[in-house]
């Protein structure tokens, strides 16, 4: 198979940086601020966009604003490898609206998982009412985000 996809250049990478900085900035600011005229930096958005370099754009939510001040990261061990119970446990997690980042890791744990809550209490019932009551979960080891340094 022919890949026509180029390797990202120096004004691709400082075109993704503007971005990821304000996806909503306009092409002309975008423009502006990598030294390129709009009608060329548009095209160079579109392709990046094309090959999947650029996979799309959303918001970035505070969750404290929406009284949600607890982020936990919990270490999730399953006891089962067979993949009907594995898919299983995948698509509860991703379900899950306290569970904002899923990843699924080589060795132990099998996962970790961002879990954002209002409280400890409300953590403590999302762990034994959902999280443990998964068939395929073995262990949970949870530690609590003193503070976020980077995201």
């Known amino acids: 198979m022919i890949c026509n996809m180029r390797e990202p250049d120096t004004l691709d990478h400082a075109i993704i940086g503007?971005?990821?900085?304000?996806?909503?900035?306009?092409?002309l600011d975008l423009a502006r601020s990598v030294?390129?005229?709009p009608a060329?930096?548009?095209?160079r958005v579109r392709r990046l966009e094309a090959d999947g370099v650029i996979a799309g754009y959303r918001a970035v939510i505070d969750h404290e604003k929406l009284g949600r001040r607890l982020e936990v990261t919990a270490?999730?061990?399953?006891?089962?490898?067979?993949?009907q119970t594995i898919e299983e446990f995948e698509r509860a997690v991703v379900a899950f609206d306290e569970v904002v980042e899923a990843r699924k890791v080589?060795?132990?744990?099998?996962?970790?998982l961002?879990?954002?809550?209002r409280d400890v209490e409300e953590y403590e019932q999302f762990q034994m009412q959902?999280?443990?009551?998964?068939?395929a979960v073995f262990r949970v080891?949870?530690?609590q985000t003193m503070k976020l340094l980077k995201s």
Do not use: W
């Open 35 to 37: 030294g390129l005229t």
């Open 114 to 117: 961002r879990i954002v809550v």
């Open 141 to 143: 080891d949870s530690h």
């Open 130 to 135: 959902k999280l443990t009551a998964l068939p």
């Open 40 to 43: 060329p930096c548009l095209r």
């Open 106 to 112: 080589f060795g132990n744990p099998d996962y970790f």
């Open 18 to 27: 503007q971005l990821q900085v304000d996806g909503r900035m306009s092409n």
């Open 75 to 83: 270490a999730v061990e399953v006891r089962s490898t067979d993949t």
